[in-house]
Structure formats: structure tokens, C-alpha cells
């Protein structure tokens, strides 16, 4: 069965990192795109990064890059999310998923998301 769960989520306030993992089980993560992906309240649904399986590759959101950095640890079928400098506007539930290319319409599965709330 696949699934995918997502931790590391909390309150931390602008400026600070979270680091959050996606744990994937009954399929190989590195044979698919990760991504990860976030919701605002209000607001729609939005790509943050993904890493491709076989090469690693990766790609991000215009706002978070060089601020995120994505990640795979093989060994433990985990994707992470390094989130540095904060920004009140990364607020949201953030969402791993797996799929065959780094958009939300080519993800197949969801984890159940986590939130990170960026507030002093």
C-alpha cells in the first residue's frame, strides 16, 4: 500500500528553519518525482520543490529558492524539506506527493499534509 507521511510541521517564528520529512512505504521513492507542495488558507494549492528519482534533480518555487533546500535519504525511503529564513508568507499546510512529473496535476498520491505556521 502506498502512503506517505508527512511530520516536522510547528509554529516558528520569521527567520527561523523546520526541517520536514516525507516518509514513503510500499514503493521505491526513488523511481518517482517527490514534490512538495503547500496550501495557504484562501488560497490555492502551489509547488514548492521536487527532487526526481534516478538523478536527484531537483527544482523550486521561484520565493523559496535558496532558502529550501529538498532532499533523499534512500536508506530510509525519505524525502526531506530544509526550510531556512522563514517567511510569514510560507505559512500553510505543506504536502508531500509522488508522481511521474513535478506539477500537482502529475502526483498520484498525497500524504495528509503538515502544517508550518510562520508568525511571531
Known amino acids: 500500500q502506498v502512503q506517505l507521511v508527512e511530520s516536522g510541521g510547528g509554529l516558528v517564528q520569521p527567520g527561523g528553519s523546520l526541517r520536514l520529512s516525507c516518509a514513503a512505504s510500499g514503493f521505491n521513492s526513488d523511481y518517482y518525482v517527490i514534490g512538495w507542495f503547500r496550501q495557504a488558507p484562501g488560497k490555492e494549492r502551489e509547488g514548492v520543490s521536487c527532487?526526481?528519482?534516478?538523478?536527484?534533480?531537483?527544482s523550486y518555487k521561484d520565493s523559496v529558492r535558496g532558502r529550501f533546500t529538498i532532499s533523499r535519504d534512500n536508506a530510509k525511503n525519505t524525502v526531506y524539506l530544509q526550510m531556512n529564513r522563514l517567511r510569514p508568507e510560507d505559512t500553510g499546510v505543506y504536502y508531500c506527493?509522488?508522481?511521474?512529473?513535478?506539477?500537482?496535476?502529475?502526483?498520484?498520491?498525497w500524504g495528509k499534509g503538515t502544517l508550518v505556521n510562520v508568525s511571531s
Open positions: 527532487i526526481r528519482g534516478g538523478d536527484d534533480r531537483t
Open positions: 506527493a509522488r508522481g511521474l512529473k513535478c506539477d500537482s496535476s502529475g502526483m498520484t498520491y
